[in-house]
């Protein structure tokens, strides 16, 4: 066995410490990211510890909804390890940021075969795809693709003083056919011809006139003001043991002009950029994967959002990739794939203490005044800045127009009142935030400052036309949730801080399938709030406002007849363009009829439910009417009492094991052997992508 240097070991030891306090430091300046903190330390641990043993950088790719702290924890990450000045940044959603090759050029020259770290930011909008499949390679494109290969490619640029140089090697060409004379390196004869000719070059910053050219004891023949040029050039000319004086003292004109020559083509050669020794994150947001990111609603549940991304899975990231991006592309971001998680309420309200914290100490540190923050405060925050799908940045700003705005305030009135407080509490009456000024367990003074807050007057109930119309409607979708699809909505809002929605239903229960018998009822599902409506108010008196609804039930019934194969024929029809494609049209008239059928039987279905379930129908609306939202522990109430010819111990908690796997046991119990079924060139499974058109 070889044994450990002694040096090396410790360089270890030493690197293992600062990686692993960098993950407890990272631990607890972001929250809620453990698993993500973990993975990212696990996939840089090779390359931080062993980085000469590359041959290919290590490729490391975070996904994830915006505002959840992908780019700034890689920033603290370089900051923790000393790595923060050999980090290089590319935004990919800049517009003028996509020209990278000088950049990379630029790398190459200072930490060439070193290791470095690169962050590739909004990848996403790097595609090489477009939505229609065709090929969309944005400037620099392929340079990205190599850099993640191999880690190398040919660079292309020319040096920028190479041209300049090539025209000072004509220029001393020219004077020394006029008879000037060097030797080591000193104009020695023509030195009048000399400086006539280059009194007025770009190369000299001294005066144009000879006057003081002759006033110069030595002229050298090479002019000094490039000597950097030369250096920063072609370093490897003058290393290791002349420095560019020493050296070109050696020459007399022709040898000087055939070393410049010489130093020319060494400029000029090809080159190959060498990032091979480096770690390359890619940080991108990929909104089909996230669906839950389209929807800004601030009152849908931040934990809800949570488990959806909990569900995200590497393969789903590859499938979607694949709309932007090659296979071939696709392949060359390997596999470490690190899927951040939407936060949760928990996480929301740790980082809302978090920041109240910094904005205490900081007051503290700097005015020797003490900040405290009653409960209603952070609820406030939270209520009017907590967006699950925008991540952290609508809170941050909420917390600078609640909190931050009010410390000049504070300090004005101390100053201004002769306060001699010492402590400042910060609470929410329900309609000001109140200031209360302390000196030790004495309150001093007491500022109530007024302030709009935008959700939570959107959130008050009306108790209005509006709200019962929105209470009726979301009732009938929650009645035919529990009857015909035995789930009880996890939440109702009759009236929500959204501006896109005046009220929703949330359920949880997620099906992994859809088979055919249950096609009526989900189409009765979506057209349950206009049943609802027209049954309490009367057919003349339905409004506006189920357009999303009846679409949405369009979409579902053309997809299980067109792409599911759940009509009279097995088949996939597709519209001649895909806008068109889930609407009704008259290219194929059966299934055209079909659809219809169906739509005309669902309502009929959510007529005779609702009609049957009045009672549970009106106890759910007259609740919403008056409260703006209910939740499920309330609604199971009232299903249970009011609920007829139905039994709450027929809800269903669990949709993906109801049937099948139960009927297949059944079936072999039985004797009876399924047969195989195959279809040479085809791949059969079960319900394949339906969760597509799940409602």
């Known amino acids: 066995m070889t044994p450990v240097n002694k040096t090396t070991r410790t360089q270890l030891l030493k690197k293992h410490r600062i990686l692993q306090q960098a993950a407890k430091t990272l631990k607890k300046e972001f929250v809620g990211l453990n698993k993500v903190i973990d993975e990212i330390i696990g996939c840089m641990s090779p390359w931080y510890f062993f980085p000469e043993l590359q041959e290919s950088p290590v490729v490391v790719n975070l996904w994830g909804l915006t505002g959840v702290g992908k780019t700034s924890l890689i920033s603290r990450l370089t900051e923790l390890i000393h790595f923060d000045d050999k980090t290089y940044y590319f935004n990919l959603g800049e517009k003028f940021n996509y020209n990278i090759h000088d950049q990379i050029n630029d790398i190459n020259k200072s930490v060439n075969t070193a290791p470095v770290i690169m962050v590739f930011d909004e990848l996403q909008n790097a595609r090489s795809l477009s939505d229609d499949g065709t090929d969309k390679e944005f400037p620099s494109g392929q340079l990205i693709w190599q850099l993640l290969d191999s880690g190398k490619f040919p660079s292309l640029t020319v040096p920028y003083y190479a041209a300049m140089l090539d025209v000072l090697i004509t220029q001393l060409k020219f004077v020394m056919a006029q008879g000037v004379r060097v030797e080591s390196g000193i104009v020695v004869a023509g030195r009048e011809t000399y400086i006539k000719y280059f009194s007025h070059n770009r190369f000299y910053d001294r005066p144009s006139d000879p006057k003081s050219w002759n006033q110069m004891q030595n002229i050298w023949f090479i002019p000094e003001e490039i000597y950097h040029i030369l250096l920063d050039e072609a370093p490897d000319f003058f290393f290791p043991t002349y420095n560019v004086s020493e050296k070109l003292c050696q020459f007399n004109a022709k040898e000087s002009v055939e070393f410049l020559d010489r130093l020319l083509k060494h400029i000029i050669r090809p080159r190959t950029v060498d990032c091979s020794k480096a770690i390359i994150f890619n940080i991108g947001n990929l909104d089909e994967v996230y669906t839950m990111s389209s929807n800004f609603n601030p009152d849908i549940s931040a934990d809800e959002y949570h488990e959806q991304s909990l569900r995200i899975n590497v393969p789903q990231i590859k499938n979607e990739l694949r709309k932007r991006f090659r296979n071939e592309q696709i392949s060359r971001l390997g596999n470490n794939h690190i899927i951040y998680p939407a936060f949760s309420a928990d996480t929301f309200q740790q980082i809302i203490a978090m920041e109240l914290k910094k904005v205490a100490d900081q007051m503290y540190r700097t005015q020797h005044i003490k900040l405290m923050f009653d409960k209603s405060i952070h609820q406030l925050i939270y209520n009017e800045g907590v967006y699950p799908a925008q991540g952290t940045r609508p809170v941050f700003t909420t917390i600078h127009n609640i909190i931050k705005n009010k410390l000049a305030t504070i300090l004005t009135e101390i100053h201004l009142l002769n306060i001699q407080a010492t402590r400042v509490n910060f609470s929410f009456d329900g309609n000001h935030i109140m200031l209360s000024f302390f000196r030790n367990r004495k309150m001093l003074h007491l500022l109530p400052i007024a302030q709009e807050f935008k959700l939570t007057e959107l959130r008050r109930n009306k108790r209005d036309d509006m709200q019962a119309i929105i209470a009726v409607h979301e009732a009938g979708h929650a009645v035919l949730a529990v009857i015909l699809m035995r789930t009880i909505p996890e939440v109702i809002c009759s009236s929500t801080a959204s501006q896109d929605q005046s009220g929703f239903l949330h359920t949880k229960v997620k099906w992994d399938y859809i088979s055919r018998k249950e096609i009526l009822s989900r189409l009765a599902l979506f057209l349950g709030g206009l049943v609802a409506e027209k049954l309490v108010f009367g057919a003349d008196n339905i409004t506006?406002?189920?357009?999303?609804?009846?679409?949405?039930?369009?979409?579902?019934?053309?997809?299980?007849?067109?792409?599911?194969?759940?009509?009279?024929?097995?088949?996939?029809?597709?519209?001649?363009?895909?806008?068109?494609?889930?609407?009704?049209?008259?290219?194929?008239?059966?299934?055209?009829?079909?659809?219809?059928?169906?739509?005309?039987?669902?309502?009929?279905?959510?007529?005779?439910?609702?009609?049957?379930?009045?009672?549970?129908?009106?106890?759910?609306?007259?609740?919403?009417?008056?409260?703006?939202?209910?939740?499920?522990?309330?609604?199971?109430?009232?299903?249970?009492?009011?609920?007829?010819?139905?039994?709450?111990?027929?809800?269903?908690?669990?949709?993906?094991?109801?049937?099948?796997?139960?009927?297949?046991?059944?079936?072999?119990?039985?004797?009876?052997?399924p047969q195989a079924v195959t279809a040479s060139g085809f791949d059969l499974q079960l319900n394949h992508n339906t969760n597509k058109s799940n409602p």
């Open 544 to 673: 506006t406002g189920a357009d999303d609804d009846i679409r949405r039930a369009t979409f579902f019934v053309n997809a299980m007849l067109k792409e599911h194969g759940m009509g009279n024929r097995m088949i996939a029809i597709n519209a001649n363009a895909i806008s068109t494609r889930h609407f009704l049209n008259d290219f194929d008239h059966q299934i055209e009829l079909q659809a219809r059928e169906w739509i005309d039987e669902a309502t009929l279905l959510a007529e005779k439910t609702l009609k049957h379930q009045e009672t549970l129908l009106l106890r759910i609306a007259g609740y919403l009417s008056n409260h703006a939202n209910i939740h499920k522990a309330k609604l199971r109430e009232l299903v249970k009492s009011h609920a007829v010819d139905f039994n709450i111990s027929q809800i269903i908690e669990d949709g993906s094991n109801l049937f099948y796997r139960k009927r297949l046991l059944q079936k072999i119990s039985a004797g009876n052997k």
